[in-house]
């Protein structure tokens, strides 16, 4: 309710129709609803005690599951969109990790890099497609030009996901 009249104050204010701002509304709960019941779902399936026992089964080394779940997360991030991603792997893969003794807001942090690696990554790639429009150039002339900076993140995704200090640092200077 707060959500469709907050919508239709902004449209208001934005000289939109309510009818369009009430689509964008409609459009949140929905997605919002998908991911309870997804949730639910994974839940009643108990699907992330089996992919616990899938990762125990190839190793009990918190750092090889780790490179495990970066080279996951890397190639979901380079086939889907960055929120579907999030919906899709968070209930499956923070009880792995949790269970692994990983910090949630570290495991948070290295599946953003990882899925920000993603998306300028082709084949969705969706923001060096973007950038490739902007900029009128081709996506041969960037790919060309853009892997030093591959490397640069891919050293920086290990250094967060080896390192929890770094992404665990300043939520304990604010929390304390």
């Known amino acids: 309710m707060y959500a469709s009249e907050r919508s239709a104050a902004q449209s208001r204010s934005a000289g939109r129709s309510a009818c369009?701002?009430?689509?964008?509304?409609?459009?949140?709960a929905g997605s919002i609803g998908f991911s309870v019941a997804f949730g639910y779902l994974m839940a009643l399936l108990q699907i992330p005690a089996k992919m616990t026992a899938f990762f125990l089964s190839i190793s009990d080394?918190?750092?090889?599951?780790?490179?495990?779940?970066?080279?996951?997360?890397?190639?979901?991030?380079?086939?889907?969109?960055m929120a579907p991603s999030i919906l899709?792997?968070?209930?499956?893969?923070?009880?792995?990790?949790?269970?692994?003794?990983?910090?949630?807001?570290?495991?948070?942090?290295?599946?953003?890099?990882?899925l920000g690696?993603?998306?300028?990554?082709?084949?969705?790639?969706?923001?060096?497609?973007?950038?490739c429009a902007v900029g009128k150039?081709?996506?041969?002339?960037?790919?060309?030009?853009?892997?030093?900076?591959?490397?640069?993140?891919?050293?920086?995704?290990m250094c967060v996901t080896y390192i929890p200090e770094i992404s665990l640092w300043l939520p304990r200077q604010v929390l304390r």
């Not at 918190?62 to 490179?67: E, G, Q, S, W």
């Not at 899709?88 to 290295?110: K, R, Y």
């Not at 969706?126 to 950038?131: D, P, S, T």
């Open 20 to 28: 369009a701002s009430s689509s964008g509304a409609t459009a949140d």
């Open 88 to 114: 899709i792997a968070t209930p499956i893969l923070l009880p792995v990790m949790a269970n692994f003794g990983v910090d949630p807001v570290h495991f948070g942090m290295i599946m953003l890099l990882n």
């Open 61 to 81: 080394n918190k750092y090889v599951i780790l490179f495990l779940i970066n080279i996951l997360l890397l190639l979901l991030g380079t086939l889907v969109d």
């Open 117 to 131: 690696i993603g998306l300028c990554h082709p084949p969705v790639g969706a923001i060096l497609f973007v950038g």
């Open 137 to 157: 150039v081709t996506i041969e002339e960037v790919m060309r030009k853009i892997w030093p900076f591959y490397a640069v993140m891919f050293f920086v995704l």
